[in-house]
């Protein structure tokens, strides 16, 4: 009995690999795709796969980061070991506190920067890994919900210049507080409902296929609905209102990342629960296959490769002179070949090490 069920969790581990190596593609092409300045300047077929990914890759990896909470708290919650539990939120604080810390130092860098936003995400769930379901459900459904309230309330655009994504004010104390939680790149209200949506999922025992297969089922269901109800209403309303109102409904009822409407998070959750779904029972179906270890390794290295495609790879076309005004066709490429060598790096890097550098140093410092 004990076999079967570490030979589970090592399959489960590996389908969770194979998805945050998905995600981390996913994040690649549509980063190079909008610091190169490429959104819309190619093929019509291009142009739609490509906007497909903005805001899902990323909303995926931070589901996958609840996911992974929970999986390391689930004995500790399940046997009600308060002293466990409190060395997990000791531990997720402290791992809080670096990803905040090495987002805060990337950000001058790369503006588009997660880790930030991730650290106080974790921060946030370090306080809820022993709340129950429904109090995760009402948590999220809360947290998706004030954000429409906040935009009509407060002004979205304050500190943008939206022609360059600049964000003035961001290093004082009220302007870094506002992009945190309100108008940043993945501000907590409402991102924080993936990380707490990958909570609730890492609880279900998605080494069961009917498991998977309900999760699938709502992730289609939900991906669907967001993109539906926003084609239909956009329509319909768009061809009934001024001109002048247009833009507030497409913002209200849009499915794009920014602003983050409920829509937006529905189809976020929903592609998180498809990529997931599907990976898990890939390498639970061919666990031990050759052909996943370059996905898995990608995947444990996630941390590294998200850095060094803004350090090495953006870093590498800034020195060539092609880093703006470039393609889709060219951007998508040199994506390709970003992964390419960080998957083959990735496999290197494995066959040697249980961890990534960056990795490496986050688990020996905090644990």
Partial sequence: ????????????????????????????????????????????????????????????FVVLAGVGISLMSDMAR????????HQHRVTLVKRAVFLFVIGLLYTPIWPAD??????VYIAVAAMLITASKRWLVAI???????????????????????????????WTVPGMFRHLFFNGFHPVLPWLSF?????????CDLSRSATRKRWLIFGLSATAMAETTNWIIVTT?????????????????????????PLYILAGIGVACIVISL???????????????????????????????????????????????????????????????????????ASRFKRGPLETIMRRLVG
Avoid at 114 to 119: A, E
């Fill in 1 to 60: 009995m004990q076999h079967t069920e570490t030979t589970r969790n090592s399959q489960r581990i590996a389908g969770f690999d194979i998805a945050r190596a998905c995600a981390v593609v996913g994040m690649v092409i549509v980063n190079f795709k909008v610091v190169m300045g490429a959104s819309g300047k190619g093929p019509t077929w291009l142009v739609w796969i490509a906007s497909l990914l903005d805001g899902r890759a990323a909303a995926t």
């Fill in 78 to 85: 399940r046997a009600g070991d308060a002293k466990q539990i």
């Fill in 114 to 119: 997660i880790l930030h936003f991730y650290g």
């Fill in 140 to 170: 999220i459904g809360c947290v998706t919900a004030v954000f429409p309230v906040l935009f009509f309330t407060l002004d979205y655009e304050r500190g943008w210049d939206w022609e360059t994504l600049q964000y003035s004010g961001l």
């Fill in 195 to 203: 990380l707490l949506f990958g909570m609730l999922l890492g609880r």
């Fill in 237 to 261: 309303l768009k061809a009934q209102v001024s001109p002048a109102h247009h833009e507030a409904i497409i913002a209200v009822f849009d499915t794009a990342p920014m602003p983050p409407m």
């Fill in 279 to 349: 990976s898990v029972s890939i390498g639970q179906g061919c666990a031990g296959a050759r052909w996943l270890t370059p996905l898995i390794s990608t995947g444990q290295l996630a941390l590294t490769l998200y850095v060094a495609h803004v350090i090495l790879g953006m870093g590498t076309l800034e020195a060539i002179g092609r880093l703006e005004d470039q393609s889709l066709v060219f951007s998508v490429g040199c994506a390709f070949a970003f992964c390419a060598l960080a998957i083959t790096f990735a496999v290197v890097w």
